[in-house]
């Protein structure tokens, strides 16, 4: 769960106990180890299903077979509403990092991100061995722009192309998947807004610490 604090909580939550705070911390990794392990597997599903000539997909968990056109405007949706999702993950984490911090006062001012989080995912352990006495090294700073946002652009990025290939293929059949499409456009919008800001913030990291604090002071996300 490698991120950096983004915004800052009101006084009064800052007043929380830091064990709650905490808790919190530990919740939003573990929806986020989730959220990025269903991305990747709805990801890696649909683009097996994509590359069978069947015109149908069995559905097992429903006993059912649905056309492909219906599997792929509802894949679409479900892929849209993770990313969305883990992409607030790292949101909620830097927020709750940052409050537990100032919770803890002075000791808080040393306390690392790495050394708490009891739901590290793959992407984070590659991350850990670049570590130089416990501290960010040099090759730290490239995984801050790799590790995380290349399996999210790659799923965001099989995510449009589904997305395309479902609103290209008319006449719609059923009529009614128009509406699903209309609803897959909006949610992709939104989630490319969120995707730029996330890789924005990313580079704005790797860049230097000075540059994100004063992003950071600047913007309201």
């Not at 705070?21 to 990025?36: D, I, K, M, S």
């Not at 949706?77 to 992409?87: D, I, K, R």
């Not at 807004?193 to 990291?205: A, C, N, P």
């Amino acid at each position: 769960m490698s991120t950096a604090p983004e915004t800052k909580g009101s006084t009064q939550d800052s007043n929380l106990p830091p064990e709650w705070l905490y808790r919190r911390f530990q919740a939003v990794g573990r929806a986020q180890t989730h959220y990025l392990l269903l991305l990747i597997l709805g990801a890696a599903y649909t683009l097996a299903v994509e590359s069978g000539s069947a015109e149908t997909v069995n559905v097992g968990f429903l006993g059912v077979s649905v056309p492909k056109p219906i599997m792929r405007a509802f894949a679409v949706l479900v892929l849209g509403v993770l990313m969305l999702a883990c992409l607030g993950t790292f949101k909620a984490a830097a927020l709750a990092f940052d409050m537990l911090q100032r919770a803890l006062g002075e000791s808080g001012r040393s306390l690392s991100m790495y050394f708490i989080d009891e739901h590290p995912t793959i992407a984070d352990f590659p991350s850990y061995a670049t570590l130089i006495e416990g501290k960010p090294g040099r090759l730290t700073r490239f995984g801050w722009v790799v590790l995380y946002p290349a399996p999210l652009l790659s799923v965001f990025g099989w995510t449009i192309a589904l997305w395309w290939v479902g609103v290209d293929a008319r006449p719609y059949v059923p009529r009614w998947l128009w509406s699903i499409h209309a609803v897959n456009t909006a949610l992709l919008l939104v989630a490319c807004w969120q995707m730029g800001v996330f890789v924005k913030r990313r580079w704005v990291r790797f860049m230097g610490d000075e540059e994100l604090r004063k992003v950071a002071a600047r913007e309201t996300l």
